[in-house]
């Protein structure tokens, strides 16, 4: 295999919403009532019952210069066009050689307890999180079947009305939903209460994978306020961790054999010492802690339900043995800052080549189709979705990947001295985006 033979499927990227995401999806009051969208200042914000949120996705930040991807967008206008418009979308995925695409919300959080758990009047939040949804998936991933992956929002405060949206959103192909990692911090009960009951149920029952991204729950946290920037992000994706181990403890797995989750934008390299872990404290606790995973070690039921996914992660692709090969898949993470767009196939191919053909095809995309039911192949031939063949497209479109400045918020102070950005700089910033009502 070549590098423009790979066919890459990502299952972590990002859309911020377009104004009119609502128009075609609601009328009359129920429009009136939605979300809408706001310019003021020269930033772009949502209302909702009361409540203003940020407009654009975290650090959406893909085709600046290196140097800005501190700086935080404040308006469409400061992003590239493919953050919230599905035509460019297609193209900033074919010049970067990626065949498929599973993508997060932004307005509403990556699980949308940003907006809709959050709204007093609740009849009305799962009103328009249904809209969401048939905008999610009949208008974006509609406008390029094959391309685009389904994952829809779950009214989760409401059990009824979960089971009701799964069971709709099923009918309408789609296969995906998106959870908080720890319901217990939008203050519903912890996954281990028998609450979530019917929601297992029908999700099992619809075979729609769960994911869960890390920030949606639990926080990723930073040592202090003055720790520099880089250590935060070092251990972002690693922050999983903590939510890896609560549902890897979920009794409901043993009752559920077909249960799907992955663990969106966690990296690999962490999981086999995670799993050694795990079966060394089973082993050496279980007699008092009456934990029990049916017989089984950890890491087998690990292996068995969860999928990982990486950025850029050579060592875990090294010991791929002892990540799982058919539970790791690919994520781009599009548009946020760690995305190595537009060169995700040079930066994939030097960790994949010491790989069988077999296995890349696992990690770039069969791993992927089959956790979540996704077929592009049903809709392209195989040889038009390969990396060549989607770059050949994108260079006859003339996609433009030239770096563009295009401003927004600073971590640092007009005219401060060049220093060391600190947690606490990225926090004050994101906290003056936030109180803008």
Known sequence: MKMEDMVIISVDDHISEPPDMF?????????????TFVQKNGADYWTYQGMTMTSVGLNAVVGRPADEYGMEPQSLEQVRKGCYDPAARLDDMNVNGIAGSLNFGSMGGFDGSRCFHKAPDKDLAVKHL??????????WCGYAPGRFIPCALLPTWDMKATVEEIERIAKLGCTGVTLSENPTKIGLPSIHNAYWEPMWKALVENDITINLHIGS?????HASMETPIEAWITTMPMSINVGAADWLNLEALKRYSDMKIILSESGIGWVPYFLERADFSHSRHHAW??????????????RKHFMTCFIDDAFGLKNLEDCGEDMVAYECDYPHSDALWPEVPEFLWKSVQHLTDEQIDKITHKNAMRMLRFDPFKHHAREELTVGALRAKAAADGVDTTPLSSGGAAPLAEGESKRTVTSGDIMKMFEKQANVA
């Open 23 to 35: 128009k075609k999806h609601l009328s009359g009051d129920d429009l009136a009532t939605a979300p």
């Open 130 to 139: 249904r809209a969401y949804n048939d905008w999610h998936i009949l208008e």
């Open 217 to 221: 729950g639990n926080a990723a946290p």
């Open 289 to 302: 802690t009456n934990s029990d995973f049916g017989g089984k070690k950890p890491s087998d039921i690990f």
